[in-house]
């Protein structure tokens, strides 16, 4: 069989190491530069009324920052490649991503299921913020989708998930909850920050809407807020008025250093993953342990870089806390340095107490996001933190 090598614009088709650095369109003109300059302008001129009429006509890129940068839009396709979408658009953060992406579904009057075992930040925005604009969200189990189908009303609009959530690393069954809606006729939407789109592409499972928070993986260096929301050219069109009207929009730098942080995307999510799973074999061995959260599968290339232990009875939270050594305690992920994190007091402190108790959120859980560093190194370090903090 001849494999197909161009696509319908006569483009060679890429594979995704290189797709993964070569989403920029190659620069024209006539200071060339090899990589893509920063647009820090809040505006951009026009040579004369004409001009100005092309960019209204749509013929003209640029005009406004808030409104479109080259930076900020380089972000947005970058990621909607590598998830196989249309279109993306970038946002100032995760959450106004998803924001974006519910809005544009979503108008007072409608009906949201979430899944109930949502990254914190988004539980307060569908619980809250939501409810104030007058869309209703109600939490449903997704790992028992009987449950979230009785949960449909005549106003239901969309099912909301996470395709690898948190903290615990449950991995949804993304073309069932698809299934489950399409028979329906609503949309979903997948919050795909923990796996990336080097690991999962719900888009390409036939999810609407995918979003990300760019702090993470997609940065992938802990020094830039930013989201990303990708999907059919029609309803990403419709989450970028969002954003750009409600004033969500993303800066140039951050845009620059989201795909910046891009390009090495694969590198490290299949350096990271490979880490991740010798630590949690390495502390599964322990047996001393309460519990190790690690996904059993979650593709080909590998699981996944976040590893939850729930301490159990026989360590010291507080003495572990204290004892990790060049490990930083830090209350976000995804960054090339191993760092660790106390679900219970920061992205679930929001969580209702009887939710987190439900789901199994407990006091003496701790999420380690697994870095770059040497796998033995790793270990030696969470090692010398458990024997430390021993009852
Ligand atoms: C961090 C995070 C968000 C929110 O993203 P921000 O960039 O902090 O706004 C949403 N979903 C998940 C899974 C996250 O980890």
Redesign the pocket.
Known sequence: MIEKTVNEKGAIMMKFHTKNVHFQEKMDGAEVSKTKPIYQTSAFSFTDLDDMEAFFEGKKGYMYTRVGNPNTDDLGKGVADLEGAPAGVASA????A?MGGILAVAKAGDHVIATEDL?G??YQLFAHELKDFGIEVSFANFEDLSEVEKAIKDNTVLLYT?SVT?PLLRVEDIKSVVELAKRHELKTMV?N??PTPYLVRPYEAGADLVAH????YIGGHSDV???VVVGSEALVKKAKSKIVHLGANLGPFDGWLGCRGLKTLSLRMERQSANAKKLADHLSEKGSLGRVYYPEFVSERGHGAIVTIDLGENYDVYAFFRSLDWVKVVP??AGVETSVTYPVGT?HRPVPKETRDRLGVTGSMVRISVGIEDAEDIKAVFDRALEKSKK
């Not at 953060?93 to 106004?96: A, D, E, P, Q």
């Not at 928070?213 to 993470?216: L, N, Q, R």
């Open positions: 953060s995760g959450i106004s998803i990254y930040g988004t996470e948190n919050d920050t923990f928070s760019a702090t993470k807020s930013a989201g976000t992920l992205s």
